[in-house]
């Protein structure tokens, strides 16, 4: 075993070391990782070694268990430099890879200090204009890589601000980030952690609003405790941080934050991977409040074929779009909303009727005010994924937040 892991390490290296020379050569900049692909036909994980070449955004793959080159030098439609930091998934060729590591330091030094993650949190009283957040956030230039929304216990809260335990102002903190769900996320770009500091603005939103206007507590917050949002400190903080939300490995504690659906008298929407691709996620966010129903639970998902394939399943052979659809929603990020509303037994059909027609340009021409009428591009680019009967809706939801949990 000990002769079998030095020998896959040394034709790593070597390869690594081969792709540099050659690279170096060309005078081209490239970066290089470790991806995993599972393979559901033989049921194994496969591993790559990938190149990637902003220049034109290709990629190079070399299969590390047959030791030879995978795939040549292509480039990918949707690629992007952004799209490259550990724990994404990529989309080559319809194979999902997920970037397990840097493979060089060259790549490792130059990838870290352009993808710093940090913690992100909207607190009880901002939660119903996270529309208007989410539009600062990506505004800001901010990549979404994690959301959901959670409501804390007494305990979770006190774990997570335990530094803070002993204070004066512990218990009210307590009660207030308890008062209600609260949306955490993972946000990454350049030195992340910093940026999203003055994003926030100063701790007191009084003071916010005199010094820095443009600030999310200036223009979200109340005051010093009821301030909007929250953000790490540090690295450190950040990374125990994002950790405790989105924990790193599949666990069953009462500690870790659970969703907040409610399975009930509800529908399922999906904001689509293109259209939180192109900035419309918190506009989305916005017109679905404004029109008066309730985001009641939501969290970020990153589907895989297969899971995508188990949730499109009625629409295949039925629609013509359904491989468009399905290549859609494995193309990137994608956001799992519970919709409630004061409609009750109506909320399915009167959200439908919101949503739009399937098809865009026809949503234009008879409800010019609906979602995929504004947002969405064409039937397989249409922006969102709705609920099609009111018994599909319940179902739909605890796919999404009882089975894929």
């Keep these: 075993m000990a002769s079998k892991l030095f020998t896959i390490a040394l034709v790593v290296a070597l390869a690594a070391t081969l792709i540099n020379i050659y690279v170096k050569n060309k005078g081209e900049t490239r970066y290089l990782f470790h991806t995993e692909w599972y393979d559901p036909v033989s049921a194994t994980v496969r591993k790559f070694l990938l190149s990637f070449f902003p220049r034109d955004n290709s990629v190079e793959m070399y299969d590390l268990r047959s030791q030879r080159l995978f795939l040549k030098r292509l480039a990918v439609e949707g690629l992007d430099e952004k799209d490259f930091y550990l724990g994404n998934t990529i989309v080559v060729l319809s194979r999902q890879l997920k970037i397990t590591e840097y493979a060089d330091s060259t790549t490792r030094e130059i990838i870290s200090s352009k993808r710093q993650r940090t913690f992100a949190m909207v607190k009880p009283d901002a939660v119903h204009r996270l529309g208007e957040v989410i539009d600062v956030i990506q505004s800001r230039n901010f990549e979404v890589s994690q959301m959901k929304m959670v409501q804390l216990t007494r305990a979770q809260a006190g774990l997570f601000y335990r530094e803070h335990e002993g204070r004066p102002f512990f218990e009210p903190l307590l009660d207030y980030v308890t008062s209600g769900p609260v949306v955490a996320m993972e946000l990454i770009t350049t030195n992340a952690v910093q940026r999203w500091r003055e994003t926030l603005g100063p701790t007191d939103a009084e003071l916010a609003r005199r010094e820095a206007p443009d600030t999310i507590r200036a223009k979200f917050g109340k005051d010093k405790q009821s301030n909007a949002a929250h953000g790490s400190d540090s690295d450190v903080a950040a990374t125990r941080e994002i950790e405790f939300f989105?924990?790193?490995?599949?666990?069953?504690?009462?500690?870790?934050?659970?969703?907040?659906?409610?399975?009930?008298?509800?529908?399922?929407?999906?904001?689509?991977?293109?259209?939180?691709?192109?900035?419309?996620m918190g506009s989305i966010f916005k017109a679905i409040k404004d029109e008066g129903f309730e985001v009641s639970a939501l969290q970020m998902f990153r589907m895989d074929k297969i899971q995508a394939e188990e949730f499109l399943e009625v629409y295949k052979g039925v629609v013509s779009e359904y491989p468009g659809m399905l290549q859609q929603l494995i193309s990137g990020?994608?956001?799992?909303?519970?919709?409630?509303?004061?409609?009750?037994?109506?909320?399915?059909?009167?959200?439908?009727?919101?949503?739009?027609?399937?098809?865009?340009?026809?949503?234009?021409?008879?409800?010019?005010?609906?979602?995929?009428?504004?947002?969405?591009?064409?039937?397989?680019?249409?922006?969102?994924?709705?609920?099609?009967?009111?018994?599909?809706?319940?179902l739909e939801v605890e796919y999404f937040f009882k089975i894929l949990q």
């Design 246 to 280: 989105f924990p790193s490995s599949k666990v069953h504690d009462i500690m870790v934050p659970q969703t907040t659906a409610r399975f009930l008298n509800n529908t399922c929407c999906i904001i689509k991977p293109h259209a939180i691709a192109e900035g419309n």
């Design 333 to 394: 990020p994608s956001v799992a909303i519970e919709i409630t509303s004061i409609h009750a037994g109506q909320t399915p059909v009167k959200f439908r009727e919101f949503v739009g027609p399937a098809d865009p340009i026809v949503a234009k021409e008879l409800r010019p005010n609906s979602l995929r009428a504004r947002f969405g591009e064409n039937t397989v680019k249409n922006a969102l994924h709705c609920s099609d009967l009111p018994d599909d809706g319940p």
